[in-house]
Each structure stands twice: as structure tokens, then as C-alpha cells.
């Protein structure tokens, strides 16, 4: 429900638009409702515009990551011993690398990725580096167990013999994980939900409308949707 065209504000956090349609939307109210080269740089504003509203809003309370994440499968293939590991890493034969390069994530936390280990999201990997993992693997209790790295936009996997991972982040341009694939369909088109929620669109539209657009907002009413799951 919205009210007289305006936005619609809910308590509980969820997802709006399309990338789609919220260029869409920013033709229209710049009067180039049919003017393609016209949305796609709308769809190129709003994704660096959000990327910044998130980056802001994550770096003050990460927990609020679950309403942008992506998650998505990343297959790996064994790693080269000569081209990737030396002498110092005693379980080389253990190492796999992405295919595909990974996007680089938003960084609000300590480690890159919010996720990555089993692709149905049953056990995490533990974060590792090159330099640390050979004294990581001499621990009795804990060296054998399964842990990740990123480097170069390759995510790295140590002591596990796995062909795919399941990975989740937010990624400053949801776009480019769209290579990948979740359920056997890409991850990302920009049919498909943009990781954002309804006041944060709010925020990117109306910076957009008066900076960039320099249109006037109006007046227009906001409709308070009430849970009642709350």
C-alpha cells in the first residue's frame, strides 16, 4: 500500500524494488520515462549512492547486514602446488581456489565475507591467511579444520576436499555477483529485488532527485505501515 504515490515507510525493515524499477521510477519524475541510456545511468547512481548509505549504516550497527546480504555458490577447483603454495604449507594438496573471481565486499567488519563454508550454510569455515595457516595446521584440537581466504578477489579454501562453497556479503555493486548461481539460476538481474530496504531507497531517491536530478520533492504524504508480527 502506498500512499497518493508517495513512499511507504515500514517499521519492520524489507525489501522494495528492482534495480529496474526504481531507475524506472527516477526517469519518470525526470520526465525520460523512455530514455534507456537515461536509466541505465540511473541504475549507475543508485547503486554507488546505496553502496554508500550501507557502508555508512553497517559501519555503525553490522548487524544490520541481513538486510542486504547475497549469498550465492562459488565452485573451486584444486590449486596448482607450484603456482600458489610453498614448501612451508605442509597440506598443500588440501588447498582449492574460486573459478571465478569474487567480487570485493563492503568492509564493516573484521573479515570480508559475513559467510563462506558448506553451500547449504550448514558449517562455516573459520578466516585464515597464507603466512599464518602452517602453525593454524600444527594445532592438535583445531589444525585440520576447514578455513578460508581471500586474496586477489580469489577466496582460498584449506583442509577441505570440496568442489563448491556458499558465500554471503554485501557487495557495494550487487550486480556483479550475477555470474553466480543460487538454486541453478544467477544470483542477480536486475528483475530481481535489490538488496535494499524501503527508508534507505528513500534516502538514495531523494539525494538523487534534488543533488543530481535538482528537482523539486514535494510535499508528498508518508504512509507508517504498522507489523502486527512485532
Known sequence: MVADGGYLISVKLKYMATLQQAASYLAERAGKKTDIPFIREMKDLV????????ADTLGKTPSLDKYYLQRFNVPLQAV??????????????????????VPSPLRYTTNPFSYVGAPDGSH???WTTFGTEPKRQLKKLTGQFPRHTYINEYIYIFNKDIDEIGVEGVFSDPRAVAKFKCGGKPCYS?????????QLLKLVYDEIITKHLRL???NEKILIKEDKNV
Open 47 to 54: 547503486v554507488v549512492i546505496s553502496a554508500r548509505f550501507k
Open 80 to 101: 596448482d602446488k607450484s603456482d600458489e603454495c610453498n614448501a612451508d604449507i605442509a597440506k598443500c594438496d588440501k588447498v582449492f581456489r574460486s573459478i571465478e573471481k
Open 124 to 126: 562455516g569455515f573459520g
Open 190 to 198: 536486475d528483475e530481481s529485488e535489490f538488496p535494499i530496504d524501503e
Open 216 to 218: 523539486i520533492i514535494p
